[in-house]
């Protein structure tokens, strides 16, 4: 059963310090994205990568988060420092690319920063 | 600047009823419509799409419709179960571009026994 795999499913931290968020995306998948749910906002885009390639992190803020697939099977999104702002749901999703735009979620990361 | 957009934050329907969930768009560009259902503490799950070229699409007792003119779309759920309780998200895309996906806010569906 291929699914997207997140890392941890919760993380509390305290405000200042650095978080690491991982995603493996499922096989064969060359898109990954990465999604931030929030009330306020609904599901936001944060970054897209293509073959690895960073494509799109327009929605991410530049000064505090970084996002990396330092090969196919795994994807980070780092926050360094983390602001209470920050918490939220993180999702992770791939996409086949191919056959119309669709993308499969992993179960999220919920970070609460104190 | 929202570019997909649901208006209505909740809706609750009987069981057995009709559920109509609707969604706008501004961006003329996207041409891929998408919904996506999420219950509590897991991730979005896809339901059905449809493309520009199509104004109906139909899977089961899910039927989404397209209105390109207006740019509206609406998901019809029928018969209505409550285990079709959920979050419901409607999403656009370019298809041929960059393949993400812009997201509305969600539709908070409640199907009442």
């Known amino acids: 059963d291929a699914r997207v795999t997140q890392t941890p499913r919760h993380k509390v931290t305290e405000m200042g310090q650095e978080v690491t968020m991982r995603c493996q995306p499922i096989?064969?998948?060359?898109?990954v994205f990465w999604y931030r749910q929030t009330m306020m906002q609904g599901l936001e885009l944060l970054a897209y990568?293509?073959?690895?390639?960073?494509?799109?992190d327009s929605g991410m803020p530049k000064d505090r988060f970084s996002a990396e697939m330092p090969d196919a099977t795994l994807a980070t999104l780092k926050i360094q420092p983390s602001e209470p702002r920050d918490s939220a749901v993180y999702f992770c999703a791939s996409g086949p690319g191919q056959g119309g735009p669709k993308a499969f979620f992993g179960q999220g990361t919920r970070l609460t920063v104190v | 600047d929202q570019q997909v957009k649901q208006n209505s934050p909740s809706l609750s329907v009987q069981e057995g009823r009709i559920s109509i969930l609707n969604c706008d768009y501004t961006?003329?560009?996207?041409?891929?419509f998408l919904w996506y259902k999420k219950y509590p503490a897991e991730g979005p799950t896809f339901l059905i799409s449809?493309?520009?070229?199509?104004d109906k699409n139909e899977d089961g007792r899910f039927t989404v419709f397209l209105n390109k003119s207006a740019k509206h779309l609406s998901l019809h759920i029928v018969p209505s179960q409550p285990g079709d309780s959920a979050v419901y998200f409607c999403?656009?895309?370019?298809?041929?571009?960059?393949?993400?996906?812009?997201f509305g806010k969600g539709t908070k569906l409640t199907v009442n026994p």
């Open positions: 999403a656009a895309s370019v298809q041929g571009g960059s393949e993400k996906l812009v």
């Open positions: 449809i493309s520009s070229i199509k």
């Open positions: 990568f293509r073959n690895r390639a960073p494509l799109d």
């Open positions: 096989l064969g998948h060359n898109t």
């Open positions: 961006n003329s560009m996207f041409d891929y």
